[in-house]
């Protein structure tokens, strides 16, 4: 062995050993999606991003336990209860159980007079308290009578009752046996929300798998629960999307390397095609992890998509060898092509490594670095880890002289008008092109979403897609701004035009409230002195409301309510969800239930200073800015590619035969797709760039020039094994029951089987009769 | 002759006695349940008096109940206001004209007044399934003067009634007695007409 040879493998090697142990203690994967954001987001999408990643809705967990009589799930539903409350992974756990909230209770009974929006002044004068005791009277002798009762001493005014939708909502399922249940009473209704965070899948399915082991024991033999909610979504889309993965993944590879064994004949040959790309997924991650901290997720799924082609490098090297030549001469004769072809995707990519958008940036330094070190690896290393001799068992392709080229002659002008067809047609389509609405992508079952809407119109559950906002710098301003929304969308009730929302200063006022609602209490002699002139004529004992008397002396003098003295109750909660603080500052969140004609409401709120906020569309909108970032820089990267093809090539014309046929394929592609009913999503739009990537370099080897028959031959092989891999690759993921995978797959099956078909008629020297 | 004229002497006395004898039994939940179903509809005048030690004298209302097969039951109160209560399926209707303010809600969204209004309703419907939702059922006395103890099971409940006693003669209720548990008593005296 040659020193230089043994000093390249051991560069490289150490290169590798490098990249592992630096990734081994540095590597962070996370799924923050604000790094997805466009820096142009607005505070209603980083809003939006932050609610769907850690809200409150986020985290629910809808549960129905069914399969039993009404005592069993309701024993159940109380078992299940418990045990949630107890396990710590959830933070609130309610199945209408009226008792569960004594601490509750008493946290509005101790501060009745901060928080009842009906203090004021006027409600403690004789004439008031008059009217208070008459009906409290009433009150006595209706079907209420024993419920009133109980409070009536304390407060005769009437400011718990005031309070009591807080945490018993008037519209809330129905009670069986202490605990909700459908409204055909077949199943027990429970609602838990997790301690961790929305995104958090593997906390998610702790949770979740938490939940179906106490529900085991809490109900053992029969039942049935039935799990809804954002993290159980997201779990079973992991769960499939794992399984499936793994399946399709073993798949493929099984016929990639039937494939390259069938071609080359040497398992040594097979093993060094995935060195390459080995090489390059270490690479590039470890580019990402140092450039930019972390790595996320997408770009690690998406970053092995656009590094695909890669593998791809090896076969155009081991297919193009002569018989007996060292792979050093292979590269170079053909070594300027595979250059072009590793430097056509690294300009692709480069124009999107400079993207604002850090998620983009990412991608694109994964694809530059990922690509570039496997250019280097087939290169450098593989000639000098390989024998010479190893390329020589190699299937030789069938020698076609003649009838190949005719045919491929004969098809050029139809492959041509054809292209020019499917581009009139994707233009004339343009408008509808694109399916911004990434429910439509996602693997749950129609089952599953029939569920969650059910489950979610039994327990009143918010719609999740409509809220107004209200901003300020501080929290107490926001406070305060709450309030006054709570106005103003009480006004939007009694008008028909919602048919309820939830506002964070009904659980905490702002202390300013609190305030005013102090210092309208009076004095305990004067209050003594009015109630004792109200009490004259009634049929009350004049010491029947002594409690009253203390509760008001006590409320004057006490202190006002503040987050700590909420903490650790539903209330608290509810502060938490509704009033967020983030860098735009301080905003109460008021989600809505039943809006009609949310577009004149959100006129309306505008008009009023207020942010009408319809999370769907505005998630819509989000990754319609998205997308178009990525076209932009898709657009860019091919306008690179097609002047360095000029200049590398010196000439247009050699330039045009390499890059309109690729881009003829994608634009029949994408008429392919729509003409299947597909719409494109930003998925496609990656797929398209690893389809126009690998098109690439069918174009380039094809459009090479070419000494001889065997020279023609050898480079048909080459192109031959990478498109039959990348079609077998792809084929698998068009099995796939997800979505999204099998939406990729069919993108780059077809791109790419139509990418090897025009390149051969219009790249191919064959194809112009040069033969 | 004379034995079996003694021998049928006793025989009549018996055949005489036995309704009575069977009466004198302990009524069973289900033999009370089976006669206060037999009623189809009933009217009724009440006075229902609240005892409270909040109250200089104790509260007195004066009305007419009224109730159909299946599950319509009405409470009008006449003095000292006007208001009419329907609970009709699962909807409760509260009507008072004296402050003409109406309600109407479903039983469900009021659980608590639910159980209350099922005490009455159920126990005149003789619908056993539905009390035992909502109370624990003890009975007592004889056919025709029999008393029914209904304790709550939901803690909704139990935290502010601790018993609600029926009193009645055959399929007739003739008193209702609610004792919560601020100590207060309510008790309504019913003369019932049943069809």
């Known amino acids: 062995m040659k020193p230089a040879r043994l000093a390249v493998i051991a560069l490289w090697l150490l290169g590798l050993a490098a990249c592992s142990a630096w990734l081994a203690r540095n590597l962070s994967v996370d799924a923050e999606l604000t790094v997805f954001l466009p820096p142009s987001t607005t505070p209603a999408q980083r809003l939006l991003v932050e609610q769907l990643r850690d809200g409150v809705a986020s985290r629910l967990i809808l549960v129905a336990i069914g399969d039993g009589s009404a005592l069993e799930l309701a024993g159940a539903s109380k078992e299940l209860a418990r045990r949630l409350r107890q396990s710590g992974l959830f933070s609130f756990v309610n199945n209408g159980d009226p008792t569960a909230f004594s601490r509750e209770r008493e946290i509005l009974s101790a501060n009745r007079y901060l928080l009842s929006p009906a203090v004021d002044a006027k409600r403690f004068s004789t004439a008031a308290l008059q009217a208070a005791i008459e009906e409290n009277l009433e009150l006595l002798a209706s079907p209420a009578g024993p419920f009133v009762r109980h409070t009536l001493a304390a407060d005769p005014t009437g400011e718990l009752r005031q309070l009591a939708g807080l945490i018993a909502p008037q519209d809330g399922p129905s009670l069986q046996h202490g605990v909700w249940f459908t409204r055909d009473a077949s199943r027990a209704l429970l609602v838990a929300e997790t301690r961790a965070a929305g995104f958090d899948v593997d906390a998610q399915k702790r949770a979740i798998a938490f939940m179906r082991e106490a529900f085991a024991a809490a109900l053992p033999g029969t039942g049935r629960l039935e799990l809804s909610g954002p ?205 911004d609405d990434l429910a439509n992508l996602s693997p749950i079952s129609e089952s599953a979403k029939s569920l969650d809407r059910r489950l979610r119109n039994e327990l009143g559950a918010p719609d999740v897609r409509y809220l107004v906002l209200a901003r300020a710098n501080d929290r107490e301003a926001a406070l305060e701004r709450s309030e006054s929304l709570a106005g ?249 029951q997800t979505p999204v995978l099998r939406s990729i797959g069919e993108t780059v099956f077809f791109g790419c089987l139509l990418s090897v078909l025009f390149c051969a008629a219009l790249s191919s020297p064959y194809a112009r009769g040069r033969a | 002759m004379r034995a079996p004229a003694r021998l049928l002497r006793i025989a009549g006395v018996l055949i005489c006695w036995l309704p009575q004898l069977v009466a004198a039994q302990a009524v069973a939940p289900s033999e009370l349940m089976r006669l206060l179903a037999s009623a189809e509809s009933s009217r009724a005048t009440f006075v229902e008096t609240r005892h409270s030690v909040l109250l200089k004298a104790p509260l007195v209302l004066h009305g007419t109940l009224a109730y159909r097969r299946p599950d319509r039951l009405e409470k009008h109160v006449l003095q000292p206001h006007d208001e009419r209560l329907v609970l009709e399926g699962d909807r409760l209707t509260i009507d008072n004209r004296t402050r003409a303010r109406k309600l109407t809600t479903s039983v469900a969204g009021s659980p608590a007044i639910a159980a209350m209004a099922e005490g009455i309703r159920a126990t005149r419907a003789g619908d056993l399934a539905a009390l035992e939702r909502h109370f624990e059922i003890k009975v007592d006395g004889r056919r025709e003067a029999w008393s029914m103890s209904l304790r709550p099971t939901s803690e909704q409940v139990s935290g502010y009634v601790s018993a609600i006693v029926v009193t009645g003669a055959g399929s007739r209720i003739t008193r209702f007695e609610v004792q919560e548990t601020s100590g207060d008593r309510v008790v309504t005296e019913i003369r019932e007409e049943i069809r």
């Open chain 1, 231 to 435: 993290g159980v979504f997201a779990s079973q889309m992991r769960d499939t999307i794992h399984a499936e993965s793994w399946r399709l993944s073993l798949l493929a590879s099984v016929l990639v390397i039937l494939i390259l064994t069938i071609a080359f004949r040497s398992f040594a040959l097979v093993a060094a095609c995935a060195l390459p790309v080995v090489t390059g997924l270490l690479v590039g991650v470890t580019a990402v992890a140092m450039g930019f901290g972390t790595v996320h997720g997408i770009t690690l799924a998406f970053g092995a998509t656009l590094i695909g082609e890669a593998v791809d490098y090896p076969s155009y090297l081991f297919a193009n060898a002569a018989p007996g030549e060292p792979l050093d001469a292979t590269l170079s004769r053909m070594g300027h092509t595979l250059r072009l072809a590793v430097l056509t995707t690294l300009l692709g990519a480069s124009a999107m490594a400079f993207s604002s958008f850090e998620g983009l940036a990412q991608l694109g330094m994964l694809t530059i670095a990922g690509v570039l070190a496997a250019g280097l690896t087939t290169t450098w290393v593989l000639p000098r880890l390989v024998a010479p001799r190893a390329t020589e068992r190699k299937l030789v392709a069938m020698n076609v002289p003649s009838l190949l080229p005719r045919l491929l002659k004969f098809v050029r002008w139809p492959a041509v008008a054809l292209a020019a067809a499917a581009l009139v047609f994707v233009v004339s389509r343009q408008e509808r092109i694109w399916d």
């Open chain 1, 488 to 736: 103003w969308l009480g006004r939007a009730v009694a008008g028909g035009r919602i048919a309820g929302f939830e506002v964070p200063s009904a659980y905490l006022p702002s202390r300013r409230t609190q305030e005013s609602r102090r210092s309208a209490l009076p004095e305990v002699k004067t209050l003594a002195e009015s109630l004792s002139a109200a009490l004259k004529d009634s049929n009350f004992r004049q010491d029947a409301f002594a409690p009253f008397l203390e509760s008001v002396a006590r409320a004057r003098s006490g202190p006002l309510l503040d987050t700590e003295s909420l903490s650790g109750s539903l209330l608290g909660l509810k502060v938490s969800a509704l009033l967020v603080e983030n860098r735009d500052g301080w905003t109460a969140v008021a989600p809505l239930r039943g809006v009609q004609m949310p577009e004149r409401l959100a006129a309306e709120a505008a008009r009023a200073d207020y942010e009408f906020l319809d999370l769907k569309e505005e998630s819509n909108r989000l990754v319609n800015a998205y997308r178009n970032e990525s076209l932009k820089f898709f657009a860019l990267g091919l306008l690179g590619i097609a002047v360095f093809l000029a200049l590398s090539l010196r000439s247009l014309a050699r330039a045009a035969r390499v890059l309109l046929p690729v881009l003829a394929a994608a634009v029949l592609d994408v008429a392919l797709l729509l003409l299947m009913g597909r719409t494109l999503s930003l998925f496609n739009l990656v797929a398209l760039l690893l389809v126009v990537g690998v098109g690439l370099n069918y174009a380039l080897f094809f459009e090479r020039p070419q000494e001889g028959v065997a020279e023609r031959v050898r480079t048909r092989l080459s192109v031959t094994v990478c498109a039959t891999t990348t079609l077998s690759v792809f084929g698998c993921l068009m099995l796939s």
